[in-house]
């Protein structure tokens, strides 16, 4: 069946799904429910299908009506419901406030082996949140976590935010907690919050907390993920001054926050005080540091730290081992990745997340056959991470393993292969995730295929998926990236009022379009923006305003701008120095742009051609400088002092203003521009000069003549330095003694002993023609 069928096909079962839905719901508007609806259902031909059943649940109002239709159709089919139509009455649920069955479905759910989406999570607090009901919105987290599901990280975060508006602390503390008890990162933002309502409640003394040991580690936590390793250390000491004794949790936090900061020594100290005060080991702490020497390379003390684990008689967990894989695959070691991989099945079975790790480590190393070859272990262990085994064996991967392999693919150019995988993942029944999606869309972009790049992004919501903020900056940056501003300005709004909480990366992306296509007052309005929001704008942000501001000749506020960058450690770049160079330059601004360009050069940056192309097209102010180009080109591939360029240039200004003015340059002119092209080592303009001077029946001088041998001498090309000087002689000019010496030392190093000779007479003659003057 070619596409073209399948979509039809496609295309009637939809239409027909869409009328049975229709159906249904016409029948329970009519009747109530009862016997009589029963038989009514009893005339539809087709087995409910979850498709139906998912359709008709989103199209009611009334949660009894659709819990009644939902165990009808357990008892007609006799089969449990999908986790999809489990999703749709929780969603009816919280559009309707009303939780009379929440937990009894909660515990179906549980029982079942699967828990909430994340949208319907979110969704079901937010419902509560939005008329100001936190209490039933606390409670809908405090039913999921009671039957041992995970409520949705966007979940946690919302009601937090709720509660720390309405002051309301102990609550905060306590989903805080719950999220450090299931390993969500408790970022500064939520921590700020806390502090902010304890503050307020006057539960803070003389900056200390009058607080438990679980907020003593929160704060050690949060401070030192965004690397404040000194405000980390500050609440350690203070919780020990409190006669308070840290636990692990709060060791091992301390362990990482050094270990991060890459002061490994000090969580050495710290982990060797843990450990004096146990009998056995703290796994957690032991990972950790394992972690933390994998990180800078010291590969065996995190070996040795394994055995003294096992000294201990504690055997090292399959997380140790993974730490370390997870530091080989950074280091690009594969080889003794696959060596550790092989010694861990002393201690411990290999997980799926380790053979993730190598698959992932393989492919980035261009290894793909090899990754796809890693089977014989992983049927040993009855896990099958290659993709190949998988698929012949009917197995299914899950979602790691394929954005592993469909974003390696793509790195390596192989991007059929890589939609190939996707195509088979759906055709195997895995539903991906959104790292999946996002990854997967990333890589289309790039790959410069713009349209399958916007199906993916509606394929997220297809999939029942909230599309996060990396979702729209992927989304927006490939659009922008291909010329659809109106599009990436859209998109960027459509963020900000559905509360997305925007990065820097999408401030930036939108700035840049917005400043190239010239509206810089939006542009600088975002920059405000971003700084109000107390994200910090990046060289990216600050070279794009400053770009706009030069380009439309609003000099001073890119010159206060960039000096705004440099006062903030902003590590400015060539590009935004150009940018500048090239503004000022433009409304002859000369001496400031001599400025910049000085500045860069102090930092120790590079010009680029576009650089010097910016300076000379500022100095020459006229159409034809090709040859300034090439000359600027050749100055900085031979590191030319600034000085001599400077000096270079406002001669070739000179040059092209007496040429603009109508006055024909004399000989002492041309002569004066040859030589001083050639000496600044510009052979090549000094050469196509210096003949184009003679076509013109120029009659190059002594001084010309040397100095283009010289120059060609100086370029390593002494042959025709050598065609040179003896059109020199020709002519009857006068070569200089010191060409002669400089002349012959570079024929010698060209292996032109022949040439050599002749030269070598020619000095002599002049050697006796000179003693012979000074005679008489």
């Not at 405090?142 to 041992?148: A, C, G, H, Q, Y």
């Not at 979940?155 to 969500?184: F, K, V």
């Not at 922008?480 to 459509?494: N, R």
């Not at 160079?581 to 742009?593: C, L, N, P, Q």
């Amino acid at each position: 069946m070619d596409d073209a069928s399948h979509s039809q096909d496609n295309a009637f079962k939809s239409e027909g799904m869409r009328k049975t839905v229709h159906d249904v719901c016409r029948v329970l508007d009519t009747y109530p429910w009862g016997p009589a609806l029963e038989d009514a259902f009893n005339t539809f031909d087709e087995m409910p299908q979850p498709e139906l059943v998912v359709g008709v649940i989103w199209r009611l109002n009334d949660v009894r009506v659709a819990l009644h239709y939902f165990r009808w159709v357990e008892r007609k089919t006799e089969q449990p419901h999908c986790p999809e139509a489990y999703n749709a009455l929780l969603m009816l649920m919280a559009r309707t406030r009303n939780l009379e069955y929440l937990e009894q479905i909660l515990e179906e759910m549980s029982m079942a082996g699967f828990g909430p989406s994340n949208n319907t999570c979110i969704e079901m607090v937010a419902s509560f949140v939005k008329l100001r009901k936190l209490g039933e919105a606390f409670g809908v987290i405090e039913t999921m976590r009671k039957f041992k599901l995970r409520p949705a990280y966007s979940a946690y975060t919302t009601l937090i935010g709720s509660l720390s508006a309405a002051h309301e602390a102990d609550p905060m503390l306590t989903l805080l907690r719950q999220m450090q008890e299931i390993g969500y990162e408790v970022s500064v933002h939520l921590f700020t919050m806390l502090i902010r309502v304890f503050a307020r409640e006057g539960r803070m003394k003389s900056n200390s907390f009058n607080a438990d040991l679980v907020l003593y580690n929160v704060c050690i936590d949060c401070f030192g993920k965004v690397g404040k390793v000194d405000m980390a250390w500050k609440f350690f000491h203070e919780l020990k001054s409190q006669e308070s004794v840290p636990d692990d949790v709060t060791y091992t936090s301390m362990i990482g926050v050094l270990c991060k900061a890459e002061r490994v020594d000090e969580a050495v100290e710290m982990l060797e005080e843990l450990d004096s005060n146990r009998s056995v080991p703290c796994v957690y702490a032991y990972n950790t540091m394992i972690m933390g020497y994998g990180s800078v390379g010291k590969f065996d003390e995190a070996y040795s730290l394994l055995e003294r684990q096992k000294r201990k008689g504690c055997i090292p967990s399959v997380i140790a081992y993974n730490c370390i894989l997870t530091c080989l695959g950074r280091k690009g070691k594969v080889e003794e990745a696959l060596r550790t991989l092989e010694e861990m099945k002393i201690d411990a079975v290999p997980n799926l997340s380790s053979y993730n790790i190598l698959i992932d480590m393989l492919c980035k190393a261009g290894e793909l056959e090899a990754a796809l070859k890693v089977q014989d272990s992983m049927k040993e262990a009855g896990l099958f991470p290659n993709i190949m085994t998988m698929l012949d064996s009917g197995q299914t991967p899950n979602a790691v393993v394929y954005t592993s392999l469909i974003r390696n693919f793509f790195k390596c150019g192989r991007k059929e292969d890589g939609h190939k995988i996707y195509k088979e993942m759906m055709h195997r029944g895995c539903s991906p995730d959104l790292m999946l999606l996002n990854n997967y869309m990333d890589c289309v972009f790039k790959a410069g295929e713009i349209e399958k790049g916007r199906a993916l992004f509606e394929e997220i919501k297809a999939q029942g998926l909230i599309p996060d903020v990396r979702s729209y900056s992927i989304l927006v940056h490939g659009l922008g990236k291909a010329g659809f501003s109106k599009e990436t300005y859209k998109l960027f709004y459509e963020m900000k009022e559905q509360g997305l909480h925007l990065d820097t990366c999408a401030y930036n992306i939108v700035i840049d379009r917005f400043c190239k296509s010239g509206k810089v007052n939006k542009a600088y309005q975002l920059l405000e923006e971003m700084k109000t929001k107390g994200l910090q704008p990046t060289v990216v942000t600050y070279g794009s305003v400053i770009d706009g501001l030069a380009k439309i000749d609003r000099l001073d506020e890119a010159y206060m701008l960039f000096e705004e960058a440099n006062s903030k450690g902003v590590d400015l770049n060539v590009v935004v120095y150009s940018s500048l160079i090239d503004g000022f330059g433009k409304v002859g601004r000369i001496d400031e742009a001599y400025l910049i360009l000085e500045e860069l050069m102090q930092k120790g940056l590079t010009p680029n051609t576009y650089t010097w192309n910016c300076l000379l097209d500022a100095l020459v102010k006229a159409e034809e400088i090709d040859e300034a180009l090439v000359c600027f080109q050749n100055m900085k591939n031979l590191k030319c002092p600034p000085n001599e360029v400077r000096k270079f240039n406002k001669a070739f200004v000179f040059w092209q203003e007496m040429q603009k003015q109508g006055l024909k340059p004399n000989t002492i002119t041309h002569t004066t521009m040859i030589s001083g092209l050639a000496r600044a080592g510009n052979v090549l303009e000094a050469k196509d000069l210096f003949e184009r001077f003679k076509s013109s029946w120029g009659i190059p001088d002594s001084m010309c003549y040397n100095a283009m041998i010289e120059g060609l001498n100086n370029a390593n090309k002494a042959m025709d330095a050598y065609i040179l000087f003896e059109e020199t002689r020709l002519k009857g000019c006068h070569i200089y003694s010191e060409t002669c010496v400089v002349f012959l030392d570079a024929l010698h190093k060209a292996d032109c002993l022949e040439q050599a000779a002749i030269v070598g007479a020619v000095l002599r003659e002049m050697a006796k023609s000179q003693h012979a003057t000074r005679l008489t």
